[in-house]
């Protein structure tokens, strides 16, 4: 919403559930660091999660093959393509899924929220969360409970804290969102812990919505659905904005179980009435993505390498600046706790993780975000680094001259990476200053 909106006397005609709303608060800081930049100022942008990599080639040969698909799709997605990715899950999960399973949208987002358009139930979260679930939830006006995941468990949700959420009232309808490698934390569940929170899903009957958007950049390649422990209650969320650098393809999909194809088919109703189907092209060339083949194995696996690469170079150097962190499992993200600096921030007037970043901005040029958007209290002092201010295309292309048995040298951060060792860099010295 534009400033000018609010002096609009129109204003008034919002809708409640949106009146007040910001836009969504990884795109605002995108547009503050775009406006420094104009001015001439050297910005490290931290804040944008958008992969740094180019779409595999083989994708974009596709795309180009395509170009001249001009039909509607159907409304579900394009058969082929719900083909492949029933076959990729049945692969990766051992789950017996089916094309009949699979939802396509334009972007996973766009499926989220028609879920909770569809859906009458409550929206449960962990604390710290993706920006835009509790948002989604409030447009359509759904009860949002935010579940707290603790420090010391690297953010993970527990069973526990589950439990004690869905034991008072457990007959409750409810969705909860479970989102691993995630953001804004980097880090993943172990196995056990998935079955330990699947038992518990199981219990009281919710629908996990399991967001996977980053399961293939798990560094170590072992990524795993919480559906192969409740596959009957859980939709796995994925597409290609992640794993192919394709946010801005819009491609995502829903994998549903049997039990849950009514809710399937309820979005597919209201998808019908709002996007119709999603871009044709898209969904020609995004059959290749989830066809097993050789040449994109290995740009998953260099892309792996590189953001495990970077994310571990970054996670070392703000542990040694006394940053409480996590180390992460996947994704490109870490969410570094500045609390035992807090006395001396609080000196400086920082008193926020908002006024933490909007001075980190301001003082050096990086830009990250305040944990406050991710559902942390205010006066936390946290940010979201999104390690992803590098030449994705080069450090890919060297990435894959070294042999993959070999770990990447130190001299690839230095090399490949400068900005980033640039921004750490900034963020220990403006501590310590
Ligand atoms: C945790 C998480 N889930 C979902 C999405 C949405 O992805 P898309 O709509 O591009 O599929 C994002 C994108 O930033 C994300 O970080």
Redesign the pocket.
């Known amino acids: 919403m534009s400033p000018s909106s609010h002096n609009d006397p129109h204003h008034i005609h919002l809708n409640l559930n949106v009146r007040g709303l910001k836009p969504s608060a990884?795109l605002a800081i995108n547009e503050k660091s775009k406006q420094l930049q104009d001015e001439g100022r050297e910005i490290f942008r931290l804040g944008l999660?958008q992969s740094p990599f180019p779409v595999p080639d083989i994708l974009v040969e596709e795309l180009k093959k395509n170009a001249h698909q001009k039909d509607y799709l159907a409304v579900k997605g394009l058969a082929p393509l719900r083909e492949v990715i029933a076959a990729h899950y049945q692969r990766r999960e051992g789950v017996a899924y089916r094309l009949d399973d699979v939802l396509i949208g334009p972007?996973?987002?766009?499926l989220?929220f028609l879920i909770q358009l569809v859906y009458y139930g409550d929206l449960v979260i962990p604390t710290p969360s993706?920006v835009?679930y509790a948002p989604q939830a409030s447009i359509i006006g759904r009860n949002v409970h935010w579940i707290k995941a603790r420090e010391e468990d690297g953010w993970r949700l527990s069973a526990q804290v589950l439990e004690e959420h869905c034991r008072p009232d457990p007959t409750r309808p409810r969705i909860v969102i479970l989102?691993y490698p995630n953001?804004p934390t980097g880090t993943s569940y172990s196995d056990q812990e998935l079955k330990a929170l699947a038992l518990v899903a199981r219990r009281y009957k919710v629908i996990l919505l399991s967001?996977e958007?980053?399961g293939e950049t798990r560094f170590d390649g072992q990524h795993v659905s919480i559906a192969k422990h409740y596959p009957e209650g859980t939709i796995i969320?994925g597409?290609l904005?992640?794993w192919a650098g394709a946010?801005g393809w819009?491609l995502?999909c829903f994998i549903f179980p049997e039990q849950l194809h009514w809710l399937r088919d309820a979005i597919a109703v209201a998808a019908s009435e709002t996007f119709t189907s999603t871009s044709a092209p898209i969904q020609y060339a995004a059959i290749k993505a989830y066809e097993p083949g050789n040449e994109l194995q290995q740009y998953i696996t260099d892309t792996r390498r590189v953001l495990e690469r970077v994310g571990l170079y970054v996670h070392a150097q703000l542990v040694e600046a006394k940053l409480k962190v996590s180390a992460p499992d996947g994704g490109f993200y870490l969410l570094p706790s500045f609390e035992h600096h807090k006395q001396k921030l609080n000196g400086r007037g920082i008193l926020t993780s908002d006024q933490l970043s909007s001075r980190l901005l301001a003082e050096t040029g990086v830009a990250a975000l305040p944990g406050s958007d991710f559902g942390l209290p205010e006066e936390f002092l946290c940010l979201r680094i999104a390690y992803v201010d590098f030449d994705g295309t080069k450090a890919l292309n060297e990435a894959a001259k070294i042999a993959t048995s070999d770990p990447l040298p130190d001299v690839f951060m230095t090399r490949h990476a400068p900005r980033i060792v640039e921004a750490t860099r900034r963020i220990v010295q403006w501590l310590e200053d």
Do not use: A, F, Q, V
């Not at 972007?107 to 766009?110: A, F, H, N, R």
């Open positions: 990884t999660g972007g996973s987002k766009e989220m993706w835009s989102n953001n967001d958007i980053y969320s597409g904005s992640k946010g819009r995502g």
